[in-house]
Every structure is written in structure tokens, then in C-alpha cells.
């Protein structure tokens, strides 16, 4: 149609025109295996990318060919997230915390060709190499010795094209990027972004009212580059041309504000378990570490408890609220405070920022019922979370039998349980796998373990059913209590009333020593509930 506008396809490669014509010369910095800094710029990254891609297409790459990655954070795991979308390929991030079983059986199912892998992730690629269906393997080296036979030499193969790339003619719709669910409940699933899916997606991830990046920002991205996509946070980063700060393999809490410190560290993102530690790690040594004022830490991939929050406020960093998943690559909401709301008490302005908050822009959310039925925004009645967006999955790929998590009116079921309030913020009360139903009623295990997280003796807690004969299913707190601190199960349950229902809280406490991970750092409830599963409680 004539007098409308321009059809430009949405492609990676306008990212990284962006980043290489205007923020040449930002820094993105990387932590070496040996603790060493590598320094490089964004112009030098694109300039690669383009190298890389030059390569892979040389080596007889085709469009939409998977490259895998096996790799910790860094600039050439940077250069590979464009270097093989500029090419027409699609880069597959492979989770270097599963098992040889699972990585053999994802790069399987998602006919990897090629893969880029750090050399010191070698030994992990030993164990599954001979059941994956690799054909080249290019290996970055950070220590002096050789890549081993068979494979090639990361640097070499980068200069193999001498410089020459042709962009190839892409389309919006083609695919550009591939990550598997963690599968924690059957097989693992793959979901293909698409380039358009990807720069929607990335122009939603700085926006101002939300996660706030902009071009005179440094951001450390804690979450690894394999949980998807370290929640786009690098293209979110081409896009504002933001410094890029990676962590390397070193991912301790000391580690961790060192560097904060040392590289002026403005933003960071990870999982809340990081976070832990982090204030753990501050509260020990007030003082130690000269942080930026007003640091901004992204927290998602499990709820943040209040207490997380009010922790890091104390210091003067601010925690953002964020939730996501894979198939919503993975950006859904934020949590960030409407007009007007900065004047609320502390308390109360507290309580918003845990929640999950408010749907980045161009995602729709509702919540629905067993019956079927759309919940009221009451704040008050549970329902599962579905979502629609131009950057949700509208199916998993290859993936027969999986159609049933979406609805017939095309929406998707998240598998979350969800209240929301009647200024749109979503509160996650659960999993729908983890939901405790007690006499009819639910409980929020998240609800009663973010409570137990606020007592100053507890590190972490977990909240399962167990079975009862009257209640059919009752709570059980799982608790880790800090280093040198004391709570008995009495203690914490008085804790408890008047913070959560009185039918919420657990009829018994176990206490441990950690709770089990999952590859992402979440807490791995399934096998809390298969460790207590033949749990009796007091008087049953
Ligand atoms: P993943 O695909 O591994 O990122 O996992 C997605 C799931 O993690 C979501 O469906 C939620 O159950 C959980 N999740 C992610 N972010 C949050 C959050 N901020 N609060 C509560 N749960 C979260």
C-alpha cells in the first residue's frame, strides 16, 4: 500500500549496526578463568561477530543452521550471540550445569552443527561428545594450551575469512536464537526466537519504566548467557550501546563485588540466591566495598522476598523485580512504582516492588480459573497466569504432545499462579505444580516462604506439601538458617501469625543445610517433595 510506512524487516543485524557505529569505542570487559581482566570495545566485538560470521558461512554454514555455545560469560560468547545470527544461523546457548545425559540429549534434538565452547568447559564436553551431533567444534582458549584434535582454534577461525562478509539477506521471521526450558518437569523444551521476536524484545528490555538501562550504564549481567539469553540483557545493551561487564566463571559473592567495584558497576542481574549471598557477603564486612550509590540489581527467575529488598535498601542499592521465562524470551513483567506511589508509606511501596508487577510493554496477561474463567484484578483470587505477545512462543519446537499448554484462543499457560490487583500488578502465589491445597483452600507456599525469609535467623526457606489425612495436604517448611544463628521451629512459626493466614503456616520445620538447585539456581522443590514424600507429620 502506497503512502504508508517502510517494511524494514527487524533483523539482529540492525543491533549491531547500532552498537558498532555509535558506541564503538564502550567498553565490554570480561573476567578470565584466571581472574585476569580481557578489555575489549563493542566496535571490536561487532567487528568479530562480523568475522565470525564471515567464517561460519565459509565453513558451509546454511541458513538457519544451530550453533551451540558451551560457554561461561565473556566477549566471545558475545560475538557468537551475533556472529551466527548475522550469518542466518541460530544461536543455541547450552546450559553448562546439565548433565552430560541432557546435554547430549538437547544438542540431539536440536541437530547442533557446529559449537563454540570455552576450552576449560572441555572435560564436560569429553563426557557427552560422542553422542552429539557436533561436526565442528571451535574452541576459545584461555589458557595456552592446544585445541585439542579435531578441533579448531576459536581465534583462527575467525580470521579464517580474512575480513570478508557478506550480509546475507535476512527475513524478520527467520530464527535467530534457540534455548531449552531446564525441563525440571519432563523433557526439556526448545524455544526458537525469531529476529523479530528478538528486537521487539529488545527494545522493551531498557525501557525507562521498567529496567532503566541507558547509555551511560555499566551492567554486569550475573546470569549466565545460557539462561536465556542472560534475560537479553547484551542485545538490550547494543541497543542503548551500555559498557558490558562479564563475570567469567568466578561467581562467588567476593568475586562478584570486587568486580561491582572495581568496574563502577551501575547495573547488575541474577537469580535471587546471588543476591543472597551478595547481602550476606556485605552485611559480614560493612564497608569493604565502595559500590556505585544507587547501584540497580535485577532480580528474577524466582520470586524476591521483601526481606532481599529491605536488605539492600538499607545499603542504599536498590533491588528490580522481574519475571520472565524461556518462552517469553524471557522478559513478562517488572515491578517498578506508578505516579504517585512514591509517596505511599515505605511499607506499603515494599510490598509492590516484590511483586512481580507490571507486564512489559506489548505482553497481555490474565489470569484464569479451573473453570475456565478470567479472575477478577481483586489482588485477592488466584488464577493461572496466561500470556500473548509478540515475543511469547507460540509453540515449542519439534515438540509433539506439548500443544496443551496453549489455550485454543492462542494464549499461553505459564504454569504460574497468579493474583492481580486492580492496578494490573501481577503477585506470583506459586507454580501450579507446587500449589498446596489444605482443606479445600490454597496456600501460597511462595507467600509463607517469603514470610519465613524475613526472620533475621533464616537463609533460606522452601514450603512443600505433605500429606495429611484430614487436610489431605498440609505445608512443610524447609529452612536453612544462617551461619552461627538459632531458631526453633516454635519461634518460627510465631513469627509467622499475623504474617501469613493462620491455616498457612507449616505444621512442621526441618531444618538443613542447603536446599537443593536447580541448573539455573532456583530452588528445586520436586526434589524437596520426593525427599519428604513419605513425611510424617506431628500427631498424624
Ligand atoms: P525459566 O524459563 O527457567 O526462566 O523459568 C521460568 C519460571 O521461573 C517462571 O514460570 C516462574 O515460575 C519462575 N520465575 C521467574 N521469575 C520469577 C519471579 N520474579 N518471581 C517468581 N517466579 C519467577
Known amino acids: 500500500m502506497r503512502g504508508t510506512m517502510m517494511d524494514v524487516p527487524l533483523t539482529v543485524p540492525l543491533l549491531a549496526d547500532r552498537a558498532a ?63 551466527a545470527p548475522l550469518a542466518g544461523g541460530v544461536v543455541h546457548t547450552l546450559n553448562l550445569r546439565l548433565s552430560p545425559d541432557d546435554l547430549s540429549y538437547i544438542a540431539t534434538h536440536a541437530q547442533d552443527r557446529f559449537l563454540v565452547v570455552d576450552d576449560v568447559l572441555l572435560p564436560l564436553l569429553d563426557k557427552f561428545r560422542a553422542r552429539a551431533p557436533f561436526e565442528k567444534i571451535i574452541v576459545v582458549r584461555h589458557t595456552p594450551r592446544e585445541a585439542p584434535a579435531g578441533c579448531i582454534d576459536y581465534e583462527s577461525f575467525v580470521s579464517s575469512a580474512g575480513g570478508r562478509f557478506d550480509q546475507p539477506e535476512l527475513s524478520e521471521q527467520d530464527p535467530c536464537g534457540l534455548c531449552y526450558t531446564s ?5 526439556p523444551k526448545g524455544v526458537v526466537y525469531t529476529h523479530r521476536s528478538t528486537v521487539l524484545h529488545t527494545m522493551f528490555v531498557p525501557f525507562t519504566d521498567g529496567l532503566a538501562l541507558r547509555n551511560s550504564d555499566t551492567l554486569l549481567p550475573v546470569v549466565p548467557m545460557f539462561h536465556v539469553n542472560a534475560w537479553g540483557l547484551p542485545y538490550g545493551c547494543a541497543l542503548t550501546g551500555a559498557k558490558l561487564v562479564f563475570p567469567g566463571p568466578h561467581l562467588d559473592a567476593q568475586n562478584l563485588l570486587d568486580l561491582l567495584e572495581r568496574e563502577r558497576v551501575t547495573v547488575a542481574a541474577g537469580v535471587p540466591t546471588i543476591w543472597m549471598g551478595i547481602l550476606d557477603a556485605l552485611e559480614k564486612e560493612p564497608g569493604r566495598w565502595k559500590l556505585q550509590p544507587g547501584l540497580r540489581m535485577i532480580v528474577g527467575g524466582s520470586a524476591a522476598p521483601e526481606a532481599l529488598i529491605r536488605g539492600f535498601d538499607k545499603h ?22 506508578k505516579a504517585g506511589m512514591r509517596e505511599m508509606p515505605y511499607d506499603e511501596q515494599v510490598r509492590v516492588r516484590a511483586k512481580q508487577g507490571l507486564p512489559a510493554g506489548l505482553v497481555q496477561v490474565r489470569g484464569v480459573d479451573e473453570s475456565g474463567r478470567e479472575v477478577p484484578w481483586d489482588g485477592q483470587t488466584q488464577g493461572e497466569l496466561q500470556v500473548r505477545g509478540p515475543w511469547v512462543a507460540s509453540s515449542y519446537t519439534d515438540m509433539e504432545g506439548s500443544e496443551d499448554r496453549w489455550t485454543n484462543d492462542g494464549w499461553f499457560k505459564t504454569g504460574d499462579v497468579v493474583t492481580i490487583d486492580p492496578q494490573g500488578y501481577l503477585n506470583l502465589t506459586d507454580r501450579t505444580k507446587d500449589l498446596i491445597k489444605s482443606g479445600g483452600e490454597w496456600i501460597s507456599s511462595v507467600a509463607v516462604e517469603n514470610a519465613l525469609m524475613g526472620h533475621p535467623a533464616v537463609k533460606e526457606a522452601a514450603v512443600v506439601a505433605v500429606s495429611h489425612p484430614k487436610w489431605v495436604e498440609r505445608p512443610l517448611a524447609v529452612v536453612v538458617l544462617r551461619d552461627g544463628a538459632r531458631a526453633s521451629a516454635e519461634e518460627l512459626r510465631g513469627f509467622l501469625a499475623g504474617r501469613v493466614h493462620s491455616y498457612w503456616v507449616p505444621d512442621a520445620f526441618e531444618f538443613i543445610d542447603a536446599i537443593p538447585r536447580t541448573s539455573t539456581g532456583k530452588f528445586l522443590k520436586s526434589a524437596l517433595r520426593e525427599k519428604y514424600r513419605d513425611y510424617r507429620l506431628p500427631g498424624c
Open 21 to 83: 557505529r555509535y558506541f564503538a569505542d564502550v567498553e565490554v570487559v570480561s573476567r578470565q578463568p584466571d581472574r585476569t581482566l580481557h578489555r575489549t570495545t563493542w566496535g571490536s566485538v561487532i567487528g568479530r561477530a562480523r568475522a565470525l560470521a564471515g567464517a561460519l558461512l565459509n565453513a558451509g554454514m546454511r541458513k538457519g543452521d544451530r550453533v551451540a555455545t558451551l560457554m561461561w560469560n565473556h566477549a566471545p560468547h558475545l560475538e557468537t550471540y551475533f556472529g
Open 316 to 337: 542504599g542499592l536498590r533491588l528490580i523485580h522481574a519475571w520472565g521465562m524461556t518462552e517469553m524470551s524471557p522478559l513478562g513483567s517488572c515491578s517498578w512504582l
Open 183 to 187: 525441563g525440571t518437569t519432563g523433557k
